[in-house]
T-cell receptor, first 116, second 111 residues
Framework: GAVVSQHPSWVICKSGTSVKIECRSLDFQATTMFWYRQFPKQSLMLMATSNEGSKATYEQGVEKDKFLINHASLTLSTLTVTSAHPEDSSFYIC????????????FGDGTRLSIL | QKEVEQDPGPLSVPEGAIVSLNCTYSNSAFQYFMWYRQYSRKGPELLMYTYSSGNKEDGRFTAQVDKSSKYISLFIRDSQPSDSATYLCARMNTGFQKLVFGTGTRLLVSP
């Protein structure tokens, strides 16, 4: 149980385009989903917390207009990187939490984004 | 001082060895602790989830929490080459909202 699917797993696109990443909880309902960014050989840095049906809460330093998050259902959250530039190239990982807030987060397999 | 400190390694051991991975944390308000395993280019996979001080065992894995010294450990018995990965410790604060990760320790188990 507790499977989180992330799509696409790898995307390469030109500078200036927008990229959408999907995160789905396959066998449970996730009222809260999280988006992380990970640079090579570094740990995960939380970008934003997404609650179903409400606006995402962004961490300090994360541009909300740059990284648009939508959590329209209990099983799907999306992250859109708008007008992507080479410095946005990174590994983006989502996680979802079952029900109660003291439950652990389960992670997707990440999306490798490369902006040319 | 980082909230969660972890030696980045790499830690190299022969197959069959007992592995000890450690983390220290600075804020005594932390209540829940987790160990995740991350293979290269994959998302983290939950291994252990603990709340209280003491030991928790699951197969070859044992998680140990010492809240008095703010020290958490993960022991892997009979290590296998397939255990080669980066091990991330994480804590969750009392507000239950955010996970804070250590930098991860890279483990290499040689056949």
């Amino acid at each position: 149980g507790a499977v989180v699917s992330q799509h696409p797993s790898w995307v390469i696109c030109k500078s200036g385009t927008s990229v959408k990443i999907e995160c789905r909880s396959l066998d449970f309902q996730a009222t809260t989903m999280f988006w992380y960014r990970q640079f090579p050989k570094q740990s995960l840095m939380l970008m934003a917390t997404s609650n179903e049906g409400s606006k995402a809460t962004y961490e300090q330093g994360v541009e909300k207009d740059k990284f648009l998050i939508n959590h329209a259902s209990l099983t799907l959250s999306t992250l859109t990187v708008t007008s992507a530039h080479p410095e946005d190239s990174s590994f983006y990982i989502c996680s979802a939490r079952l029900g109660a807030s003291n439950q652990p987060q389960h992670f997707g397999d990440g999306t490798r984004l490369s902006i040319l | 001082q980082k909230e969660v400190e972890q030696d980045p390694g790499p830690l190299s051991v022969p197959e069959g060895a007992i592995v000890s991975l450690n983390c220290t944390y600075s804020n005594s308000a932390f209540q829940y602790f987790m160990w995740y395993r991350q293979y290269s280019r994959k998302g983290p996979e939950l291994l252990m989830y603990t709340y209280s001080s003491g030991n928790k065992e699951d197969g070859r894995f044992t998680a140990q929490v010492d809240k008095s010294s703010k020290y958490i450990s993960l022991f892997i018995r009979d290590s296998q080459p397939s255990d080669s990965a980066t091990y991330l410790c994480a804590r969750m604060n009392t507000g239950f909202q955010k996970l804070v990760f250590g930098t991860g320790t890279r483990l290499l188990v040689s056949p």
